[in-house]
């Protein structure tokens, strides 16, 4: 009996578990947001992890040190710059409060400006004997400056995750349209895009869907919309293209809720389009003062400085460095940051590392034999390669501090073309050339240098290190990806075509698993009769399905061809598969439509930046490098002339006894010019320094925020423009110094 029961028991507790398990799939299947619900904690989790894993470094740092200053120095500010730091804040996602924020713009620049002016007044007394004000009187006021920008970070942050975030809303708009159109749920739309948008976008998202789990908000509809607040002022197209779609959601008709989202679509990408046109033309005034600013006034401004601080006591290379090094680059960023703030929205690439985490092994050196692979790290050769040329550009100061004699010694070229080593100072007057062109200071109290024709030329290999290291590290990481991510791209100009065939084939009546075969046939021969080729083959020998011959980790076609576009589009037609072939063809037909609008605006967005574009590579790769490579030359000639006659002016002073005073009197005109060895290495970092900053500028205004292209451009333009200013640079400087030193053996004074 008891047996009996308990078997009862058991049928009765299956029966239940049968009833609530099948209650169950059908709410789930009425109701496709409760899987959602049902994963409240996952999702929430997974936006935290991602949240910290997108996050960089810098704003990690940023986070602690507002926490840091918040407890050392608190400072709250006004109800009005409160609520905007606290929207900034929520836009880029920091875990700050306002408080802690103005804390640390008030507490970070009291400690650089007294660390800073310490750090230096006690460093110049150790190398110079005497404390400098100079770097006091910089680090005073750039920390006064740096006020401003650090009381507005938050906002500058928010500024450029608006930037990132508006390069991808036409991708985020087409996502949720192809979606939508074979199933009217905006929340699994919006699950669907986060799942092919990269960050900053997708964290946005991902966002406004944890706001809805944890309750925060009542639905979706209010944490939209709040979202949507933040890009009214900034984007108003994408916020009135989301309501669009949204608002589909309540048309009682098929045909205008299809009408209704494909507006939204329409709407993003003439808007787009308006916004460009005149972002060009009022971007050629800014570009003009850019340039003027940043490449022709300071690099100019170079021909006149030797002679300026030939005639001036205590101006040292480490003062034209601050200023040409650190303030001149760190102005030009700021103007083209400013620049490129008020770019449009528009949608660009992101690194394919960022899609498929195995593609990082591309940004190594590979070496094939046979079937194996050899990964070299670009960091260790370039390193090797830097530090060897770093090296031989230091030579000059090496050798000097090498030497034990009381006078350093020298090679040097007389008037006679003899070579010749010495080992006085006295020496070197009247020569020709010299290797290091060490003198005494006029003062007698030390020895100065190199002014000698040989230390400017094996200054030369100083820039050629860190110009070419760094061209060639951005070349060597990115070279690979960058031929997948183009093969991509054929494909992507392909795809729209192909899809639309494999469309009409679906349509006919053809089952998808031969209509791939089907289409490749047509199409072979190209990208997308390879990928489809792919796919018919997985699909045929062997033996996945549509979905597995597509997303296979290892033999899917996605593997070989990373592209999002092709993956979310391929995502959609599977999806829509299910719903049957009439659905799915109709699916890939639309799709099809949107991909070909899409590439039509974005070629007639690159034509309306041709112009511009076309100027800023042309000051990039061939104006800066030569117009400075030309100064180098001219600065050379007339420290080299100055230099010289200072030297015979001293010479003949000691004599010539009667004359000693006039000659003295004369000779306190000159002051200890700063050599052309330290001149050339502040000029050329200057070039690298400005190339960098303008191949990222255009790289942005044309591709948007784009890293994987910025770096390769980095790699092809820090290459060109380095060796084009060292060649040109060399030549002009040889030329000058064989007429400064014909010119000095005809006024001879000894």
């Known amino acids: 009996m008891d047996e009996q029961g308990n078997n009862q028991d058991q049928n009765d507790n299956s029966m239940n578990s049968f009833i609530e398990n099948y209650q169950n799939k059908i709410k789930s299947q009425l109701n ?25 470094t810098h704003m990690n740092l940023y986070e602690k040190g507002c926490k840091f200053a918040e407890k050392v120095l608190k400072v709250s500010p006004g109800e009005k710059d409160k609520a905007t730091l606290e929207r900034s804040v929520s836009i880029c996602h920091l875990d700050i409060t306002p408080t802690g924020a103005l804390s640390f713009a008030i507490l970070f620049p009291l400690i650089y400006i007294l660390a800073g002016s310490l750090i230096s007044f006690l460093l110049t007394t150790i190398l110079l004997g005497t404390g400098s004000f100079f770097f006091i009187a910089f680090f005073v006021v750039t920390g006064i400056i740096i006020f401003v920008p650090l009381q507005k970070l938050p906002m500058i942050y928010a500024n450029n995750w608006r930037l990132k975030a508006s390069n991808q809303m036409v991708l985020c708009v087409f996502y949720i349209v192809s979606f939508m159109r074979h199933t009217s749920n905006l929340e699994l739309a ?52 989301i309501h669009l779609i949204e608002g589909s959601l309540y048309e009682a008709s098929e045909d205008r809720r299809l009408a209704a989202i494909e507006k939204g679509l329409a709407l993003i990408l003439e808007e787009t389009y308006e916004k460009m046109l005149h972002y060009a033309q009022e971007l050629k005034s800014p570009m003009t003062m850019l340039h003027m600013m940043g490449i022709i006034l300071p690099i100019l401004g170079l021909v006149i400085l030797p002679l300026v601080v030939s005639f001036m ?28 703030s008020k770019r449009p929205t528009g949608y660009g690439d992101t690194d394919i590392t960022k899609m498929d985490p195995n593609l990082k092994k591309y940004k190594n050196l590979i070496l094939k034999l046979g079937k194996k692979e050899f990964f070299f790290s670009p960091f260790v050769i370039v390193s ?51 290797l290091l062109g060490y003198k005494r200071e006029k003062t007698g109290d030390g020895i100065i240098g190199p002014f000698g024709l040989g230390a400017t030329i094996l200054s030369f290999f100083l820039v050629l290190g860190i110009g070419l290291g760094l061209g060639m590290y951005y070349r060597m990481t990115t070279g690979n990806l960058i031929k997948i991510r183009q093969e991509t791209k054929e494909l992507e100009a392909e795809f729209a075509s192909a899809i639309f065939q494999l469309g009409g084939r679906l349509g006919d009546g053809l089952p998808s698993e031969l209509a791939f075969g089907r289409v490749a046939t047509l199409v072979r021969d190209t990208k997308a009769g390879r990928f489809f080729t792919i796919i018919s083959n997985n699909i045929s020998q062997r033996g996945m399905d549509v979905e597995k011959a597509l997303f296979d980790p290892k033999v899917g076609a996605i593997v070989q061809y990373p592209s999002n576009l092709i993956k979310s589009s391929m995502k959609v ?89 006039g000659m003295g009197s004369l000779l306190t005109l000159f002051g200890d010019s700063v050599p052309t060895y330290y001149f050339q290495a ?42 084009m200013y060292v060649l040109i640079a060399f030549v002009v400087t040889m030329i000058f110094s064989s007429i400064a030193s014909v010119v000095l053996s005809g006024v001879s004074l000894v």
């Open 682 to 723: 502040i000029v050329g970092i200057y070039v690298i320094q400005l190339v960098y900053i303008l191949t990222v500028l255009v790289s942005n205004i044309q591709n948007g925020v784009d890293t994987l292209t910025a770096k390769y451009l980095l790699g092809q333009n820090l290459v060109k423009s380095t060796i």
């Open 384 to 434: 090797i390669f830097t530090g060897i040329f770093v090296l031989i550009g230091f030579s000059p100061l090496i050798m000097h501090s090498l030497d034990k004699g009381e006078e350093p010694f020298d090679i040097i070229i007389d008037n006679r073309d003899n070579i010749k080593v010495i080992h006085t100072l006295d020496e070197s007057i009247g020569s020709k050339y010299a």
């Open 190 to 241: 919006l699950k669907f895009t986060t799942d092919h948008l990269s960050p900053p976008l997708s964290l946005d998202l991902k966002k406004v869907i944890w706001n809805v789990e944890t309750e925060k908000y009542a639905g979706l509809k209010d944490a939209l919309e709040d979202y949507l607040e933040t890009w009214r002022e900034f984007n108003m197209e994408f916020v009135e293209a």
């Open 32 to 56: 496709p947001t409760a899987e959602f619900k049902e994963n409240k904690k996952l999702i929430s989790g997974e936006y935290l992890s991602f949240k910290n894993q997108y996050l960089p």
């Open 573 to 661: 037609f599977v999806q829509s598969a299910r719903k049957g072939p009439k659905i799915a063809s109709q699916t890939l037909i639309n799709i099809s439509v949107y991909i070909k609008e899409m590439h039509k605006v974005d070629e007639r967005l690159k034509d309306l930046m041709s112009d511009v574009i076309s100027s800023m590579k042309s000051q990039i790769s061939f104006l800066t490098p030569t117009i400075a490579g030309v100064v180098i030359g001219i600065t050379s000639m007339i420290t080299t002339v100055l230099g010289k006659l200072g030297q015979q002016m001293e010479v003949l002073g000691k004599e010539s006894g009667q004359a000693a005073g």
């Open 313 to 340: 006591d205590g101006v040292y290379w480490w003062h034209i460095s601050t200023i040409y090094n650190v303030s001149l680059p760190i102005g030009v960023y700021y103007l083209a940051k400013i620049i490129l």
